[in-house]
């Protein structure tokens, strides 16, 4: 290991020899990490967002239902469990959050127009930690309790129906024994939501009232778990399934909302992809500075090997030339990524694109997430790939006939 | 003891469409200790002898032997091995590392074989100062003269007292004081610590220090003299 100090120390004195080409270098490598970085924080961000945004519409982060339930989602397929059984099994589990809902399709009618819809009975003060319903923004007003009589739905929805607060809807819905059951509501408010489609299929009620209406007494059809993070709902996967017997069927968020799972997937192969093609247009310029390095100093590699040094030891040094350029790049470049995303992870306003992001889910306001995992594996990729692409001219320089290199003329 | 012995050994290169006998059927044993010159017109083969003693060149045929291990059939790293052991170099030009100072020129050779960065110093400082480089050792190469860099060069070769020296020209660039000065050092390695020279040269001051000369013609041995050296 004696040897590693002076290869590093000609590496470090032949990388400054020629300092214009050195700073060319590490400004396309650093520009390259900076975009790398930057555009993997836009897009956790926004993905982020979507399955955020996506979870607190329905599924949380683990549900339990009716086996039944998930393939014929009425009523007919109720948890086996009552409210107090649920109480009793969740109340001091430690979850962030837990609610029990009615969850069954409906169609809502105003005097002009309807629509199917989810209705979702609640209880809006479980809910509130982690629904997608901002409380305070409703128009009009949000649920008080599990027995409010009022009804809530998406500003979008009313407009469609052409409807508003105070005015009456009728809800109707598919009973325990097949029959219709159906009730007039006044709506008391109208919610908003970062997607606009989420306006459109949701009306809440009080889960009593709900119940109620359905004349299902205490039943519930689904109870939704939220843990600390959605990328990892095992421990909550695990004390719910500890909890409950076989007459229930215990649910990820990425098998309940099987769209939402995938892109999380795709994703991660997105950023390694993203990774590799920056790093791909930035190769040949790393391969083409070491090439060139070494072609200008063949005599000097010749004296080296002369002097004593075998060939792997010119194979490191030159390397190290190369790992030591990677190295000073990436860190500006991790630099440069951190000072240009931090200011903006209050929120960038993309509403002049709305319609389009909404195409595929997500927000107006894009809130970049710079994550260390993504700039650890931005810089791992580059620095496997770079020693890699190093090689081939590390290889080259070590294989020189001593000779025939001290006696190379120009 | 033997240092070197080179067997019928020989070395013809390509120029263009014409082939050059650098080395022919060339035989020469050099005792340990020994203080040899090189002699020839250019082109007479010294150069090429000297490489094929220093592992730098293997000859198209015959053996060569340095310290009783036969080096024409080595690896590479073999050759590095022995070369950084027992074997210090000076050469004609480009003999220095451009992108350190004299003084980590001169330490190089040490630092690859790993001696301790106090003791490297120590010496280091000590046989620039023998060559007449006292105050130079922060210097790199691009800021010395031509003479300069060679006595950095000299300091190298013989700075962590290899058992043989091979010197192509050392005296090249030198004034006559400063090639005085170099050739009683190595007269006073060779004859303190019996370090074997072979030195390739057309100085005639520099002949007069040799015990033997050997004079070179076509890749050929042509004459064989011992002499009392100066």
Known sequence: MHILPVLVQLAWRYLWRNHRRTIIMLSAVSVGAWAMIFMMALSRGMVDQMISDGISVIPGHVQIHNPAFLDDPSISNPIPYSQAELEHKFGDSGFVAWASRVRVPAVVMSERESRGVTLLGIDPAAERKFTFVDYDRVDGRFLDAVDDNG?????????????????????????????????????????????????????????????????????????????????????????????VDDSVAVSRWTEVDRYLGTILKT???????????????????????????????????????????????????????????????????????????????????????????????????????????????????????????????????????????????? | MT???????????????????????????????????????????????????????????????????RIDQMSKGELADLRLASIGFVFQAY??????????????????????????????????????????????????????????????????????????EPTANLDSHTSSGLMDLFTELNENHHTTFIIATHDRRVMRYAKRLVRMLDGRIVEDIEQHAA
Not at chain 1, 230 to 241: A, D, I, S
Not at chain 1, 367 to 376: A, E, G, S
Not at chain 2, 40 to 46: A, E, F, H, Y
Request: glycine share 10%.
């Open chain 1, 151 to 243: 009804l809530v739905m998406g500003a979008k929805l009313a407009d469609t129906l052409e409807t508003g607060v105070g005015k009456r809807v009728v809800l109707m819905s598919q009973g325990p024994d097949n029959d219709i059951a159906d009730r007039g509501f006044r709506v008391v408010g109208l919610f908003h939501a970062n997607v606009e489609s989420y306006e459109e299929s949701f009306v809440f009620l009080g889960r009593q009232t709900a119940q109620e209406m359905l004349r299902i007494g205490d039943e519930t059809t689904e109870v939704v778990f939220v843990g600390d993070d959605y990328r990892n709902v095992e421990p909550v996967y695990e004390k719910v399934t500890a909890a």
């Open chain 2, 3 to 69: 240092a070197v012995r080179c067997v019928d050994i020989c070395k013809t290169y390509r120029q263009g469409d014409v082939d050059i006998k650098a080395l022919d059927h060339l035989s020469i044993e050099v005792d340990k200790g020994e203080f040899v010159c090189l002699m020839s017109p250019s082109g007479g083969g010294k150069t090429t002898l000297l490489n094929a003693i220093g592992g730098l060149d293997i000859p198209d045929s015959g053996e060569v032997w340095v310290a009783g291990q």
């Open chain 2, 95 to 168: 003999n220095l590392i451009p992108v350190l100072t004299a003084r980590e020129n001169v330490e190089f050779v040490m630092q690859v074989q790993g001696v301790p960065a106090a003791e490297r110093r120590e010496k280091s400082l000590a046989i620039l100062g023998e060559v007449g480089l006292d105050g130079l050792e922060d210097r790199r190469p691009a800021e010395m003269s031509g003479g300069q860099q060679q006595r950095v060069a000299v300091a190298r070769a013989i700075v962590s007292r290899p058992a043989l020296v091979l010197a192509d």
């Open chain 1, 267 to 410: 994703m991660d192969g997105f950023m390694l992809i993203w990774v590799v093609v920056i790093f791909l247009a930035l190769s040949f310029g790393l391969v083409n500075t070491l090439v060139m390095a070494v072609f200008e100093r063949v005599r000097e590699i010749g004296l080296l090997l002369a002097l004593g040094m075998k060939p792997g030891m010119v194979l490191g040094q030159i390397v190290i030339e190369s790992m030591l350029l990677l190295g000073i790049g990436l860190l500006l470049g991790d630099l440069l990524a951190y000072v240009s995303v931090k200011p903006l992870e209050s929120g960038i306003d993309l509403s002049i694109v709305a319609k389009g992001m909404e195409m595929f889910g997500a927000s107006s306001i894009l809130y970049p997430k710079l994550y260390l995992k993504d700039v650890i594996l931005a810089n791992v990729v580059v620095l496997v790939l770079g020693f890699l692409a190093s090689l081939s001219p590390a290889w080259r320089a070590s294989r020189y006939e001593p000779v025939e290199a001290i006696t190379r003329v120009g």
